[in-house]
């Protein structure tokens, strides 16, 4: 059996996605009481892992297993035994030939930005920028990211190929907060929030647009630098 499962975590108090000794992650925790249940290890495959603290409204990842359970069974005992900043929303068998990673076309994120400090019980959520933001070199520096660029110059990968295509950034503003929603064919390691970085440096005037350009023309690993906060960021979407 090929299962797919839908579901949402708040990133806070994890090291991210992927599995590590002696920390605590989202994976560690889904295979953990996947083996509960099957009695036998069962491994994980996401469609994109997420760093320390990033969450996530729907995250992709499937699993198979040569022992039958309904689905709605499945759903049953993993909401009742995760912990509770982990909720699965859904699982649907599928066929073997599906692969939650490569099988993916795309994913849309949203990096929310506070114009004005949140109360303390937001800290986890919401990124607080304290510097009043500049929409129109926002939407500037978002405008160069669109389209099929090497961005190497805004990732740590070690991946040999780092050519991703941005379909498109939209930028939207209330009195309250900035939402940054990037939706691309795929990213690299902390890639989204070194271009949100890399647009409130140029809104903050630590680079120009120019800068920026000579990143993308010119791309050599990590030389960005900024990368914005962890909480700001979520996976929304999953596109297949």
């Given at each position: 059996?090929?299962?797919?499962?839908?579901?949402?975590?708040?990133?806070?108090?994890?090291?991210?996605?992927?599995?590590?000794?002696?920390?605590?992650t989202v994976q560690n925790e889904i295979e953990s009481c996947l083996k509960t249940l099957y009695?036998?290890?069962?491994?994980?495959?996401?469609?994109?892992?997420?760093?320390?603290?990033?969450?996530?409204?729907?995250?992709?990842?499937?699993?198979?297993?040569?022992?039958?359970?309904?689905?709605?069974?499945?759903?049953?005992?993993?909401?009742?035994?995760?912990?509770?900043?982990?909720?699965v929303k859904s699982i649907k068998k599928m066929p073997q030939s599906f692969h939650a990673r490569y099988d993916a076309k795309g994913k849309i994120y949203k990096y929310f930005i506070a114009n004005k400090r949140p109360s303390v019980f937001q800290n986890n959520y919401i990124y607080y920028h304290p510097q009043k933001l500049d929409m129109r070199l926002l939407k500037t520096t978002a405008k160069l990211f669109v389209g099929t660029h090497n961005f190497l110059s805004f990732t740590t990968s070690k991946l040999p190929n780092t050519t991703r295509t941005i379909n498109d950034?939209?930028?939207?503003?209330?009195?309250?907060?900035?939402?940054?929603?990037?939706?691309g064919n795929g990213f690299l390691r902390y890639m989204v929030r070194m271009l949100v970085g890399a647009m409130l440096d140029v809104s903050n005037h630590n680079k120009t647009t120019n800068d920026i350009r000579e990143l993308l023309i010119h791309p050599k690993k990590g030389a960005s630098i900024t990368k914005a906060k962890a909480c700001g960021l979520y996976l929304v979407k999953v596109c297949y």
């Open positions: 059996m090929n299962y797919k499962i839908t579901l949402s975590y708040d990133g806070s108090n994890f090291h991210g996605w992927a599995k590590q000794d002696n920390l605590r009695q036998q290890n069962i491994i994980v495959t996401v469609a994109g892992r997420t760093d320390a603290k990033v969450h996530a409204l729907a995250q992709i990842c499937n699993f198979k297993t040569n022992k039958l359970i309904p689905p709605s069974n499945i759903v049953k005992v993993l909401r009742r035994y995760l912990p509770n900043d982990i909720y950034i939209k930028i939207a503003k209330d009195n309250q907060q900035t939402v940054i929603t990037v939706k």
